[in-house]
């Protein structure tokens, strides 16, 4: 049980100079789901209270917080272990509800992005993806299951986010993402790329790039992944990497297979960058590339610079994507 309050009446939380009030309940869960009373308390001890209010929540354990008024008792006990951490906070919970997020994949990468992203409250979650669930993909999809084979993923993981958290509105694009619908990102405070190709790697780093929207990128082969975020303060992805790859050169999944938990691991760490950038807390991965290697267990971060010469953020940057064509290496030409 928490301290006891030193106000006389012994019954309401303390008020003093700590900002975490106190006051032993004999049954916070229940409490927890009853109208709350505002209590405040002079430097006498004296109770001031107001009654028929809710402005202290009860988190247990006998700890009490200010609650936001906006949001209702079911979001209260909802999302408490947010609440109560000073990063986060009533105001910051608030604001992931009001977040608008695209996933673009909903795959071994988006599954645990869509789960961790609904789970912490993000209003309104995108979802792009044209694919169907397969048995093989429930090795590591795992917001898909065997009665989901041969239906449409963005179906699947519309209703596993509505199982998981009525607060949440799901977006549903059956699509390949391509140049004609690559605007639906602009709609978006923040994208995530759980894609499994590099052309639309490259077409959401240069559709979000112009329109000034962060990205989460994330990649994974076999045991190691990789993580970075690519933010409009920092280097975008074709600082990195000017232009992909030769067709055929990087073996898919399909292919040289991967671990189930791989996309896990890093599909978590790209939905903890996505929740930073929407709260503006912490130090996300802007500059930096984390490399995870799941076979050694190590993590690597190499620091990268934004390129002068990149064709997307540099010097002389691109105004459009309209004569970009996303085949091959994905190339920018010369003006």
Request: charged share 20%.
């Amino acid at each position: 049980m928490g301290q006891e309050s030193s106000a006389s009446s012994g019954d309401g939380p303390q008020t003093g100079g700590d900002p975490t009030w106190y006051w032993s309940v004999p049954d916070p869960v229940n409490f927890l789901r009853t109208p709350f009373r505002i209590a405040t308390y002079d430097s006498c001890g004296r109770d001031t209270r107001t009654h028929g209010q809710r402005g202290f929540i009860h988190l247990g354990h006998g700890t009490w917080v200010m609650s936001d008024l906006s949001l209702d008792a079911t979001q209260l006990d909802r999302y408490s272990r947010h609440i109560i951490m000073d990063e986060v906070g009533p105001a910051g919970q608030k604001r992931l509800l009001d977040s608008r997020a695209l996933v673009v994949g909903a795959g071994g990468l988006g599954a645990p992005v869509i789960q961790y992203l609904a789970a912490a409250g993000v209003g309104t979650l995108g979802v792009v993806d044209d694919d169907v669930v397969e048995r093989s993909n429930l090795q590591r999809q795992v917001i898909h299951a065997d009665a989901d084979v041969g239906r449409p993923k963005v179906e699947s993981a519309k209703e596993f986010v509505a199982d998981l958290n009525p607060d949440v509105d799901v977006a549903t694009y059956e699509t390949r993402l391509d140049r004609d619908n690559a605007d639906v990102l602009t709609d978006y405070d923040i994208v995530v790329d759980a894609s499994d190709n590099f052309p639309t790697r490259y077409l959401v780093n240069d559709t979000c790039r112009l329109a000034g929207i962060p990205v989460s990128h994330g990649a994974i082969y076999k045991f190691e992944g990789q993580v970075t975020t690519l933010h409009p303060d920092g280097p975008c992805y074709r600082c990195l990497f000017r232009e992909a790859p030769e067709p055929g050169t990087v073996p898919d999944c399909a292919t040289t297979g991967v671990l189930g938990v791989l996309p896990g691991t890093v599909g978590c760490i790209q939905a903890t960058e996505a929740v930073k950038v929407l709260l503006g807390a912490g130090d996300p991965l802007i500059g930096r590339l984390l490399f995870y290697d799941a076979m050694d267990m190590t993590f690597e971060t190499v620091p990268y610079v934004e390129d002068p010469g990149c064709p997307v953020c540099g010097d002389d940057p691109i105004d459009s994507i309209d004569s970009i064509e996303y085949t091959d290496g994905c190339a920018i030409g010369a003006d």
